[in-house]
Each structure stands twice: as C-alpha cells, then as structure tokens.
C-alpha cells in the first residue's frame, strides 16, 4: 500500500510556471507508476500524464503537450508535474495516482492523493 501528498499548487498568472510535487509513503514507490490527473469544476476527471515504474516512459496529454512533464525521482519516492505556459483552462484540482500501468485511464489507479488547487488568471 502507498499513500500519496499533492503539493506545489497555488494561484498563478497565465503564462507562469508551476511545478507539482507527489510524496509517497513506504519502500514501494518504485513498483507504481503514476499518473496525473486534474477535475476541473463542473467537468469530469481528466488524464493529464504519466510515467511508468522506471521513468523511461511518459506519456502526456494533447492539451497540455509541450507545456507539461513528468518525471519521478525514486530514491525520493516523488513524481513531479512541472507546468509551463500555463492557461486559465489548466485550473482545476490535480491529483496523482498510482498503479501498475502508467495508463491514461483513471480507473486503473488503486492509490489517488487528495489533490492540490491550481488557479491560473487571465
């Protein structure tokens, strides 16, 4: 089992950068992928990127390719999500998960963290 902290989120101007923080509990992190999703209000829960167990692949989202990446520090047991030319849109709340397949769809995720704000103004 693992337990995941979101950290790093904030109001920020469009255009800013922020980067994401996912801290997990145990020995184990680096048997999980992760995955980044956010929820916007009144919107569903959308995939945003992931990386496999390694690090050696990622996968991100259209809407926010070449804005967004992902990376993992396993010594550490953290996933980052640092975001660039961030967009009014990019608010939401985002949350990592992990799981055993660095998938796009949420529902392949057993762990999820809280999650941490993001508002970007325009």
């Known amino acids: 089992q693992v337990q995941l902290v979101e950290s790093g989120g904030g109001l920020v101007q469009g255009g800013g950068s922020l980067r994401l923080s996912c801290e997990a509990s145990?020995?184990?992190?680096?048997?999980?992928?992760v995955g980044w999703f956010r929820q916007a209000p009144g919107k569903e829960r959308e995939f945003v990127a992931a990386?496999?167990?390694?690090?050696?692949?990622?996968y991100i989202a259209d809407s926010v390719k070449g804005r967004f990446t992902i990376s993992r520090d396993n010594v550490k047991n953290t996933a980052f999500l640092q975001m660039s030319s961030l967009k009014p849109e990019d608010t939401a709340q985002y949350y990592c998960?992990?799981?055993?397949?660095?998938?796009?769809?949420?529902?392949?995720?057993?762990?999820w963290g809280q999650g941490t704000q993001v508002i970007v103004s325009s």
């Open positions: 990386i496999s167990q390694s690090g050696g692949s990622t």
């Open positions: 998960a992990a799981g055993f397949t660095a998938a796009t769809t949420d529902s392949l995720y057993r762990y």
């Open positions: 145990g020995r184990t992190f680096r048997i999980y992928a």
